[in-house]
């Protein structure tokens, strides 16, 4: 049975629903786009949300409990799943036979392998998936879908065309340079000829290295130019796609993403190359070729068929190293990011023990996977060089047979070594597309991933109330991933209120709904009685201010971090900053507005990041102002004279508050809320 490679530690259960439609419906359905319809947990797809992705395509799901002995008397007539506990970590599988000492899987990080029974006991979970058709349901999902669209000016695409196709030309015409040489040796006016041959195709070498010149600096455009759009349309996706399809990957495979995008640019460009000057060299050798001497042809197209063939076996064998590779270097990535981060345990003893050793473990296994890698790569390179450079012999060897027994003429054989590379180069360059093509597709699937996902909708209804007199929630729930973290909640807020409760009650998840960075959720919430969802999402954060652990800080000097680089809040601000003599409180956290933050300010303080995000309550007047947890870090002395200056200048702003440690900027009696 076939299954897929996944590429985020998240993905096993979407790559297990795209195994059984190909399995049952014989097409594979794209993967992005059932992970943009598959709901996440914190770890991944749950089974309930498993049986609910599978309903919507045409699978019937059903989740049976079972000790070990209940799944070996399980007689398969055809493949189950189940969940293992690997390293700590719960993965989906599929069982593909059950025989008396191992076990028969296929998963989507290893592929098929075979478990000893004994360890397979002991990564069994207790839960066994059997999967079927839907009765009646017609496959309507996408195919797996490789194309991406990149808008390139036709004339460029033209230009550089016609440039290669011309340059070709002209080095098809320069392989005749040998042949009319050596011919002219046996002439009257041998001189005379060499001298003008020499002459001719001087100037036709010229000509081609100009055309050469003028193609490299339009490809170069070409790829700089698609580079940059494809840059701008990742950047303007992130910027409007919903927050709970960014919480489906990790946070180092959005770094590794963001900088495979040169990849695919560039193996697009030499894909046009190839299709276009590729094409007329292949086609016009071969013709050539074929004149001179057919047998020449049939030894050098059968090297070739056999070049392409060992190339194709390298692309199936690399398939899963290239998966498996990007995976461990997903973890070596974190496991250096990690180190770095914590600096208080750096040189802690134990901890570093602990961390060397999985250091160790991460780096061995990519060394051997880059290992076989590069021997795999190497022999493909040795067997294919042998048959080139044997094919090349034989053909010099057929030649001069030729020549002794016929009246073959030597300036043909020299013709013939000059244009088989016409005939090869092109093959050459397909070779080394087919070998990092398991890359390149990889590669395109994670872009587009992000390029596919569905934008926030944005209404025509702006909020233009001057001030929010009242919040409403009617049977409000809302869920994150599968986990219900607000059930039935039916609340009527007409002040500045304090929500209460146990860690996880959904405190923090109300502010979040509130500022719109969640906006699924079921029920309704009512803004001045209008519905929350109704209202234009830029509009809506213009006039909100949140202050929670989602804060981040640029690379930047603290003043343009509080203003955002928008002139008019910095005007705003550093008037405010005079008003209120903040700069005595800057004082007190020795920051200045000129101090340089590094590492979304791990330069700074626990108070200091604070404080930088609470002032951007300075830069201009908001409608509603969400705390969560926002003076922790800050002091009793400074939190009292911020308080009072925050009330004076958002005087008009409605607060709702989240405090472990009771800072309060409202009054606590006005509207105290509990969850429970």
């Known amino acids: 049975m076939w299954i897929g490679q996944q590429i985020d530690v998240k993905d096993c259960g979407i790559y297990l629903i795209q195994a059984f439609l190909k399995y049952f419906y014989k097409y594979k359905c794209d993967i992005n786009f059932l992970k943009e319809n598959a709901v996440y947990d914190e770890l991944g797809i749950s089974l309930f949300s498993l049986q609910n992705l599978g309903k919507n395509f045409g699978l019937n799901i059903e989740v049976l409990e079972g000790n070990f002995n209940n799944l070996m008397e399980n007689k398969l007539s055809k493949p189950v799943a189940t969940i293992l506990k690997i390293n700590n970590f719960y993965h989906y599988v599929i069982i593909e036979k059950i025989y008396k000492d191992f076990v028969v899987i296929n998963d989507s990080v290893n592929g098929k392998h075979i478990v000893l029974l004994s360890d397979f006991k002991n990564l069994y979970q207790g839960f066994i998936i059997l999967f ?6 017609v496959a309507c999902f996408p195919k797996q879908n490789y194309k991406i669209n990149l808008k390139i000016k036709k004339y460029w695409l033209f230009l550089s065309l016609l440039l290669s196709i011309v340059s070709q030309c002209f080095a098809f015409a320069l392989s005749f340079y040998g042949k009319y040489i050596f011919d002219s040796l046996w002439s009257i006016d041998k001189s005379n000829k060499i001298i003008t041959y020499f002459v001719v195709f001087s100037w036709i070498l010229i ?5 050469n010149l003028f193609n490299f600096l339009i490809n170069k455009k070409i790829l700089f130019n698609l580079d940059k759009s ?8 992130l910027k409007t796609i919903k927050q709970k399809d960014i919480d489906k990957i990790s946070k180092t495979n959005y770094y590794q993403t963001f900088l495979l995008i040169p990849i695919v640019v560039e193996h697009k460009i030499t894909i046009f190359n190839l299709l276009g000057a590729g094409i007329v060299s292949l086609a016009s050798s ?3 070729l074929a004149i001179i001497m057919w047998q020449f042809l049939l030894i050098t197209v059968l090297a070739n068929l056999l070049i392409f063939i060992f190339s194709l076996l390298f692309n ?5 190293l290239v998966i498996k590779i990007l995976e461990e270097q997903n973890l070596y990535i974190e496991n250096m990011f990690e180190i770095f981060k914590t600096d208080n345990l750096r040189y802690h003893r134990n901890y570093n023990e602990v961390r060397l050793n999985k250091f160790e473990n991460n780096l061995e296994k990519l060394f051997n996977l880059k290992n076989k890698f590069v021997l795999l790569d190497e022999n493909k390179n040795l067997i294919n060089s042998f048959i080139f450079n044997f094919a090349s012999m034989l053909t010099i060897f057929t030649g001069a047979m030729f020549f002794i027994y016929s009246s073959m003429d030597l300036g043909n054989i020299l013709l013939f070594s000059a244009v088989n590379i016409f005939l090869t180069n092109p093959i050459q360059k397909l070779v080394n597309l087919i070998s ?28 233009e109330d001057d001030d929010i007199k009242s919040i409403v929630f009617k049977n409000f729930c809302f869920k994150y991933g599968t986990k219900n973290v607000i059930n039935n909640l039916n609340l009527y807020i007409s002040q500045n209120s304090i929500f209460e409760g146990k860690n996880g009650c959904g405190k923090s998840s109300l502010l979040n709904v509130l500022s719109k960075i969640y906006d699924k959720y079921e029920g309704s919430l009512l803004i001045n009685n209008i519905d929350l969802k109704t209202i234009n999402y830029e509009n809506w954060i213009e006039h909100v201010f949140i202050s929670n652990s989602r804060n981040f800080l640029a690379n930047d000097i603290v003043l343009n971090n509080i203003c955002l680089g928008i002139k008019s809040y910095e005007q705003t601000f550093l008037n405010n900053y005079q008003k209120y003599k903040l700069e005595d409180i800057f004082k007190e956290f020795n920051l200045s507005l000129i101090t340089k933050i590094e590492n979304n300010g791990e330069n700074l303080s626990s108070g200091q990041k604070q404080l930088i995000f609470i002032m951007r309550l300075f830069i ?8 969560d947890e926002a003076f922790e870090n800050i002091k009793n002395v400074v939190f009292i004279k911020l308080k009072q200056f925050i009330l004076a200048y958002q005087n008009n702003a409605f607060i709702l508050e989240v405090s472990h440690n009771k800072k309060f900027i409202t009054k606590a009696n006005k509207n105290s809320l509990c969850f429970l």
């Open 230 to 237: 494809l840059n701008k349309m990742f950047f303007n996706k």
């Open 316 to 320: 199936f064998k690399s398939k899963k």
């Open 286 to 288: 071969i013709i050539l």
């Open 132 to 137: 079927d058709k839907v009765g009646g349901y």
């Open 620 to 627: 201009k007047k908001y409608k509603l102002i969400l705390l």
């Open 207 to 211: 000509l081609k290295c100009i055309a």
């Open 436 to 463: 990092k093509r398991n890359y390149f597709l990889t590669s395109l699937i994670r872009i587009k991933y992000f390029l596919n996902l569905t934008n926030k909708k944005l209404t025509s209804i702006c909020f």
